[in-house]
């Protein structure tokens, strides 16, 4: 651990997400933000770090994926491929969400409540199987739930559109285009960051169906997104 580069560190996130290992992919990023704090080494330097050789990799578990992240993740803005992977994490739970919320309704009344939660079992990643009580909770109480995570990433897009720009810009007009850029290193808030950012995490995203649309959703306007709904609303 005590050569753990930084390189391999942004890339982590997106692997395991690739995986469907989302709450690996969770607990990882809430490690490096907390007990991989400048405490035991630098997060931006691209140096060697001053690791602490008595420290337990990874001591973060079982972190709970549904908390308000803005606030332990804004100071790691810089490192735009986990930001990237904490939202995508927020956006595969509202899909779960979504898709859980439209079987219960469309089965409501006229299928069991235990068969309705058997499929909806299937239906949703580990984070969201973990939760039970969302799973097997109320239409009312999920749909809360619902909008806690839409807010979240709305929070995320802001925070991560206020430090640099060009990420999501690139990331939902041509991802393919500014992955093949391949840039090495450049100042934090350029547009060869986020191509490079994209690259380590595009195909995390294309492999999760509809989660450029939740977050082109998220870029528009209010007053557009008002108007023109799409699966970011309504799940459809």
Known sequence: MQNFSQDVRLVIPALFIRLNKDQEAY??????????DPAYFEWDDWGQYGWDNDLDFLQVEDADAFEE??????????DTSPMLALTLIKVRILLDLLATLNTTRAFQGSVPKEI???????LVGGIVQSRPEILRG???????HIEMIKAQI????????????????LMLSDPYAAAASGPFSYPFT??????????????SWLETPRSLDVMRSVSQPASTRNEKRGCYECGT
């Open 190 to 203: 350029s547009e060869e960051t986020a191509c490079m950012a994209i690259e380590e995490s595009m195909a």
């Open 116 to 122: 309705i939660e058997l499929i909806c079992e299937q």
């Open 138 to 144: 109320r239409v009312e109480d999920m749909a809360r």
């Open 69 to 78: 992240s803005k606030n332990w993740v804004s100071e790691h803005r810089s």
């Open 154 to 169: 709305v929070g995320l897009y802001k925070l991560m559109n206020e430090y640099n720009p060009h990420v999501w810009r």
């Open 27 to 36: 607990n990882f990023i809430k490690w490096c933000a907390s007990t991989g």
